[in-house]
């Protein structure tokens, strides 16, 4: 075969789910069946630019993933894991990403990098010093089509068992795959099963960690619905490809930034989940990220509910008058003192009295007391939600 330069690609015409327009797919394969296991969280040394490599392209079964969605990987007892990294210009962050996943212990996986937008030279040598791994496809939507549309693409392609979504700006510990996995195949019950998560800084440095008041076993719809209604405790869980399947392979793109939070009360009102106290996924917390600006997420947030009771509606769960009324008071208040933020003074105030009168003991609640006071002193009263707003989220 003969050798082309390591930085030219191959390009191959291919239909993505999800998309409506045929664009081009770039595979980053080559010959050799590298096993990297136990890395350390930084990238390998970059290679020169001139050195040549040895390129093929291979199909899904010549790259050693099965054809049948519910069976093991060829010679490999272990079933194998489908990784979608979903970027988009950011490839300081996405270096440690790849580096993370090239750490796993468990090294039985497939990675796609889908760039939403034009293929560009910073991601394109963020990817260069792993292109010997056939393990790796990286795939440009040509045209921006937005986060959720590309995430959707993630998850549609590929016929691996499992299915899991890595953000750019976010890492995984070693372990993070070998545990998850365990657990899936533990309890074949399951169609998903999740972790907390850590939040880092910019520079990577850990802030704390996520804590939530559930115990490590399964949850049936029943237990765990109504409190992920209350809060989203689910944060990029390892998801079994037929759940997805029968909850709808798409993400909803009604959905600026909550996109992830419906698909995970769509899977958790059909199946039983998971849960490991393990803090293992590295959720950063810096000004580029889309979920860094809170503006218009609480008024997602009320679609989102609006959604679920149309979810609740074709299930067999039973929630309460009381659990819903408390769900969507819940979901006001932040709504109001978004408004409030956005100088709409009576918005605020219809919001705050609304879910007071839905669930009069949050009356009490300090966010209830401080908005209803701040919309008495006009732009004073704004600018100060603002300033505890700010503290809050970047603590």
């Not at 998309?19 to 136990?38: E, H, K, M, S, Y």
């Not at 293992?280 to 000004?287: D, K, L, N, P, Q």
Request: net charge positive; glycine share 6%.
């Amino acid at each position: 075969m003969a050798e082309i330069p390591a930085r030219r690609l191959i390009r191959r015409r291919t239909h993505t789910p999800g998309l409506r327009t045929v664009r081009p797919q770039v595979d980053l394969v080559a010959d050799g069946d590298a096993i990297f296991q136990g890395l350390p969280l930084v990238a390998p040394p970059r290679r020169p630019l001139g050195r040549k490599a040895t390129i093929r392209q291979t199909s899904l079964d010549a790259a050693g993933v099965t054809r049948n969605p519910d069976a093991p990987v060829k010679g490999n007892r272990l079933p194998c894991v489908g990784i979608g990294i979903p970027t988009r210009g950011r490839p300081a962050y996405l270096r440690e990403a790849l580096a993370s996943v090239m750490a796993q212990t468990y090294s039985n996986w497939r990675l796609t990098i889908s760039e939403d937008g034009p293929r560009s030279v910073p991601v394109l040598d963020q990817l260069e010093p792993y292109q010997d791994d056939p393990r790796i496809t990286y795939v440009s939507t040509e045209n921006a089509v937005g986060p959720a549309r590309n995430m959707t693409s993630l998850i549609s392609t590929g016929t691996e068992p499992y299915v899991v979504l890595l953000h750019d700006d976010d890492r995984w510990a070693p372990t993070f795959l070998e545990h998850h996995v365990a657990f899936l195949c533990a309890h074949p019950e399951c169609g998903f099963v999740f972790s907390p998560f850590r939040t880092i800084d910019s520079q990577g440095a850990p802030i704390e960690n996520c804590r939530f008041e559930l115990e490590e076993r399964v949850y049936n719809p029943e237990e765990l619905l109504p409190k992920l209604l209350h809060r989203n405790m689910v944060s990029r869980p390892l998801v079994r490809r037929t759940a997805y399947v029968a909850v709808g392979m798409a993400f909803d793109e009604r959905f600026d930034r909550i996109y992830d939070y419906d698909m995970y009360i769509r899977l958790a009102a059909r199946f039983p989940a998971g849960y490991l106290h393990v803090h293992e996924y590295e959720y950063r917390i810096h000004g580029a990220q889309s979920s860094f600006v809170r503006q218009r997420r609480a008024e997602e947030h009320l679609l989102l509910i609006d959604n679920a009771e149309g979810v609740l509606s074709t299930s067999e769960i039973n929630l309460s008058e009381q659990d819903r009324r408390q769900i969507r008071s819940s979901a006001l208040i932040p709504a109001a003192l978004d408004a409030l933020e956005a100088g709409d003074m009576r918005l605020a105030r219809r919001r705050l009295f609304e879910a007071v009168r839905l669930t009069p003991s949050v009356v009490f609640d300090p966010r209830v007391m401080a908005g209803l006071a701040a919309t008495g002193f006009g732009d004073a009263g704004r600018l100060a939600i603002c300033s505890v707003r700010d503290r809050r989220f970047k603590r």
